[in-house]
């Protein structure tokens, strides 16, 4: 009996020590933590279907323990900018690049402030840096998908070659001609 | 944009795209469209590089504009369409930031529709 009541005041005193730090919680959720190191992929919706950013995010720890990553922004140029102020709470995750912005000045913090998905494969919020100008506002929806881990071999980017056209364009005409069989699109554009 | 909306979504083969980079905002160049092109690698994109504007002035018509360049516009074409002294009239133009119709504004979801509705012309 008296081993039983033991028993029982053992599993009431975990049961307390296990419910304390629940009860102190109170109102505040907090979500459980997840792994934000990774290779990231996704993008940028500064306007959806019209501008959308392709972004790789690589996130790993430091000597120190502490989060550490890059960013790559191909259509901004930017491969392996570092990435700075890492907080993880939870779920909850920011950080930021740090770059010249013509609006706003040299150093520009550049914030990304989201959340990791409970099963950890998805990251999403909200990007603040780049100016829209119609809607008038710096905070842009942003999605992520984990496609790896820190330090995961990438694919090396594709490079077109990039024909120069003559005066008269012949090349372009011979070319849009010669494929006159198929719907084509013509596209006048800004390589900056 | 192109290469998310409309060549990874649409696995056509005989689709074409035509991308010319050119010195929309002055001081462009050759290497700056070689780094631009990576963008979109499709094989199914030819790209080219021009530093004049003369090309974007002859397009100045097709795509309806008056006044500006062909700059930042998206032309597109049907089966049959052929290039003759001057550029065939486009089937559908979006933009992006032209005196155009603001419903022509450049989407991808849009160009994706306009796309598959001239591929099942026949």
Excluded: C
Aim: proline fraction near 9%; charge should be negative; avoid cysteine.
């Amino acid at each position: 009996m008296r081993g039983s009541w033991k028993v029982f005041a053992g599993l009431a005193a975990g049961l307390a020590v296990w419910a304390l730090p629940l009860a102190a919680q109170g109102a505040r959720e907090i979500a459980p933590p997840v792994r934000a190191e990774g290779l990231w992929q996704g993008i940028i919706l500064y306007d959806p279907a019209q501008v959308e950013l392709e972004t790789t995010v690589e996130i790993a720890r430091d000597a120190q323990g502490n989060l550490a990553g890059t960013i790559d922004l191909p259509s901004q140029r930017m491969q392996f900018h570092p990435l700075r102020d890492f907080k993880l709470d939870g779920r909850r995750i920011s950080f930021t690049f740090y770059r010249d912005s013509e609006r706003r000045g040299p150093n520009s913090p550049f914030v990304f402030e989201g959340e990791i998905s409970a099963d950890g494969r998805a990251m999403e919020g909200i990007f603040t840096g780049f100016y829209n100008e119609e809607k008038g506002n710096d905070r842009v929806p942003f999605h992520f998908e984990r496609t790896g881990e820190p330090g995961d071999e990438r694919p090396a980017p594709v490079h077109p070659a990039v024909t120069p056209l003559s005066p008269a364009y012949g090349e372009l005409r011979e070319a849009f001609n010669r494929d006159a069989d198929a719907v084509r699109i013509l596209i006048l554009l800004s390589p900056t | 944009m192109v290469q998310r909306y409309i060549l990874d979504r649409i696995d056509d083969p005989k689709l074409r795209i035509h991308v010319v980079w050119g010195p929309m905002l002055g001081g462009e160049t050759e290497a700056d469209a070689r780094e631009a092109a990576a963008l979109m690698p499709d094989p199914r994109a030819a790209h080219y590089w021009t530093g004049a504007h003369t090309l974007a002035e002859a397009l100045r018509a097709p795509a309806g504009l008056q006044e500006e360049l062909a700059w930042d516009t998206f032309l597109l074409f049907p089966r049959g369409a052929k290039w003759g002294e001057e550029p065939p009239a486009p089937a559908y133009v979006m933009h992006v930031g032209k005196k155009l119709p603001p419903e022509r504004r450049l989407n991808g979801e849009k160009l994706a529709e306009q796309v598959n509705r001239l591929r099942a012309a026949r």
